[in-house]
């Protein structure tokens, strides 16, 4: 677990305007263990967890909660950068024009029409699906940007 890591509970919990007292309150656990999570010391539950990212309104912790505790979701689930609702709602555009002007689309769907991937096509469909990953990658940056800036 890096700092970051271990910092995005209290991260999360500061950006909602939440004291750790008064968080740990509505949480219904002691300042001491809402202490030990937000430093790493412990591992935060899932239901904690969850209830966390409903306090503080924030689907960004849900994301980097699972990517904390699950390599599967690690896997799965992209990284998000913080950045600035500017920078990604600019990422956004740039990315999806992208993806519109290269037509993924059409090469997708000329590899999917036989229902067969071939050894030929699957260089092509695994530069599909990274530009996809990448396109769900800025739309969590987007979601958790505007979480910051309400």
């Known amino acids: 677990m890096t700092d970051m890591d271990k910092r995005i509970y209290k991260i999360c919990r500061e950006q909602a305007g939440y004291t750790q007292e008064r968080a740990a309150e509505l949480l219904s656990c002691s300042v001491q263990q809402l202490a030990r999570y937000e430093a790493g010391a412990s591992p935060v539950p899932d239901d904690l967890a969850y209830a966390m990212v409903g ?3 924030s ?14 979701a690690a896997s799965i689930i992209p990284a998000v950068e913080q950045i600035s609702l500017q920078t990604a709602a600019m990422r956004l555009y740039n990315v999806v024009m992208d993806f519109v002007e290269a037509h993924p689309d059409r090469r997708l769907l000329r ?37 910051r800036e309400v």
């Open 111 to 147: 590899i999917a029409e036989d229902g067969v991937i071939t050894p030929e096509e699957r260089p092509t469909l695994d530069e599909i699906l990274g530009e996809l990953r990448t396109l769900s990658k800025v739309c969590f940056e987007v979601q958790a940007a505007t979480e």
């Open 59 to 72: 689907q960004y912790l849900a994301v980097e909660h699972l990517r904390l505790v699950s390599q599967l």
């Open 55 to 57: 306090l503080y309104n």
